[in-house]
């Protein structure tokens, strides 16, 4: 089919062209219209990350997560392809953050150790340990451990994305957000992760609550929820960050119950 027949295709026909027939002439129109997707996750993402992370190579890998999604996807199901290809993309561009491992060494170490403290102690008190406790069993300062809070923040965008077990592709941000907007291909045990999950966030401060709400149901940016909670950029980035190391410690928790019995 030329471009001239296929700029003049309704939606469901342009899908029927690609899927059916394997035009690829509809394929490119099917990238083309929606490619606002890849824009969107990649701006969204790009937020936090460190400069030399390029965003042109965001995008790039999110189109690559696009093409994936029109491949994979089964348009006779009637399911939203918006919802799908935006995880698809997602995806696609943490995977090629991890592969470019741009984050340091240090950094992944520091974040872990925060991670075993916050489960250890949370473990141990029974309820949500404040920055005090957290410094003294780091044998840090207090401002030490914000300045280590600081420098991890730029791992969260990452962190709630990582598979809860390697053989499996659920990942821990899928439980914050509505069954519609699921990934398709989760296999784990999904009511234990959610009552989980669901306990990590009880743990959570007032702060950190609102801004994983924001985040994660409201689809906020952090510059957004800086606004609405009249708190600075570095702030909720922080409160993320801390919020994010509670819920790993959780759910890396379960993940450990999970594997004993498997």
């Known amino acids: 089919m030329n471009e001239r027949k296929a700029a003049h295709l309704n939606h469901s026909e342009l899908w029927e062209q690609w899927k059916e027939h394997g035009d690829k002439e509809a394929k490119k129109q099917l990238i083309e219209k929606y490619l606002h997707i890849v824009e969107y996750v990649s701006g969204r993402l790009a937020v936090g990350l460190p400069k030399n992370v390029s ?3 965001l995008a790039s890998n999110g189109v690559m997560g696009l093409i994936d999604a029109l491949e994979k996807f089964d348009y006779e199901r009637g399911l939203q392809f918006e919802t799908y290809a935006s995880w698809r993309v997602r995806g696609a561009i943490l995977d090629g953050l991890r592969q470019g491992d741009w984050v340091p060494r240090s950094v992944r170490e520091k974040a872990k150790k925060i991670e ?3 489960q250890h102690l949370e473990q141990r008190y029974l309820r949500t340990v404040s920055d005090e406790e957290m410094s003294h069993y780091l044998d840090v300062s207090e401002k030490e451990f914000q300045n280590m809070i600081q420098e991890v923040a730029v791992m969260s965008i990452v962190s709630l994305e990582d598979p809860i077990r390697e ?3 659920e990942t821990r941000l899928s439980l914050l957000v509505d069954e519609k907007a699921k990934n398709p291909d989760h296999k784990v045990n999904e009511f234990t992760l959610r009552d989980a999950l ?4 009880d743990k959570l401060t007032e702060k950190e609550r609102i801004v994983v709400s924001l985040l994660y149901y409201e689809d906020l940016s952090l510059s957004e929820i ?4 009249s708190l600075s950029p570095s702030r909720i980035s922080q409160l993320h960050s801390k919020a994010i190391l509670r819920l790993r410690a ?3 928790k379960q993940r450990d119950l999970l594997m ?3």
């Open 250 to 252: 959780t759910l890396d």
């Open 226 to 229: 800086a606004e609405v909670m």
């Open 167 to 169: 053989e499996e592709s």
């Open 260 to 262: 004993r019995k498997d």
């Open 116 to 118: 075993d403290a916050y």
């Open 55 to 57: 965003k042109d190579d």
């Open 198 to 201: 669901a306990q990590g966030i």
